[in-house]
T-cell receptor, first 118, second 107 residues
Framework: GAVVSQHPSWVICKSGTSVKIECRSL??????MFWYRQFPKQSLMLMAT?????????EQGVEKDKFLINHASLTLSTLTVTSAHPEDSSFYIC??????????????FGQGTRLTVV | GQNIDQPTEMTATEGAIVQINCTYQ??????LFWYQQHAGEAPTFLSY????GLEEKGRFSSFLSRSKGYSYLLLKELQMKDSASYLC????????FGAGTTVTVRA
């Protein structure tokens, strides 16, 4: 099956610093990637939809200036958590669909990034 | 909202069958996914229903009834490795997930 690689798998940063998370589709092109956040024992909450070559679409309540998304190519999207605070500590997961896929194609997920802000 | 509901936890014995229900309230969607997620890992695809009815894939089967706003995932011949969280998700190109059902398989 298709592979989505997310890096880093885990990161610890100091409060006030920024952290960048990368999401790559390794063997397919993805015009759209999705970024989720998951708190312990809770569901995946969609944060934003990342569109190649255009601005990301953020879900209600997600601060676009805090969670910067860049989708510079058909295989790479990045999420930067700016001025991180302890409440931003969470599991961040990206997913991607094939560029040629239709509405009913499977979404492939990255391995996730465990962010801990101290 | 879509109000996707799943039971929080289920426990079953190795070799048994477990049915995980998922109910939702939404005006329209393309299909319903089921994913498996082990703790600290990304979700992995299990099944997808577009039409009403049963989709069977080995030990896992999934059922959808759009008129009843209901789906279930059936896990047969449970194995210890099936202990995980199971997530249903409505597909409107964006995926909306339920909170997940944690299944614990006991020997």
């Amino acid at each position: 099956g298709a592979v989505v690689s997310q890096h880093p798998s885990w990161v610890i940063c100091k409060s006030g610093t920024s952290v960048k998370i990368e999401c790559r589709s390794l063997d397919f092109q993805a015009t759209t990637m999705f970024w989720y956040r998951q708190f312990p024992k809770q569901s995946l909450m969609l944060m934003a939809t990342s569109n190649e070559g255009s601005k990301a679409t953020y879900e209600q309540g997600v601060e676009k200036d805090k969670f910067l998304i860049n989708h510079a190519s058909l295989t790479l999207s990045t999420l930067t958590v700016t001025s991180a605070h302890p409440e931003d500590s969470s599991f961040y997961i990206c997913s991607a669909r094939r560029a040629q896929g239709g509405m009913n194609t499977e979404a492939f997920f990255g391995q996730g990034t465990r962010l801990t802000v101290v | 909202g879509q109000n996707i509901d799943q039971p929080t936890e289920m426990t079953a014995t190795e070799g048994a069958i477990v049915q995980i229900n998922c109910t939702y309230q939404t005006s329209g969607f393309n299909g319903l996914f089921w994913y498996q997620q082990h703790a600290g890992e990304a979700p992995t695809f299990l099944s997808y229903n577009v039409l009403d009815g049963l989709e069977e894939k080995g030990r896992f089967s999934s059922f959808l009834s759009r008129s009843k706003g209901y789906s279930y995932l059936l896990l047969k011949e449970l194995q210890m490795k099936d202990s995980a969280s199971y997530l249903c998700a409505l597909n409107d190109y964006k995926l909306s997930f339920g909170a997940g059902t944690t299944v614990t398989v006991r020997a």
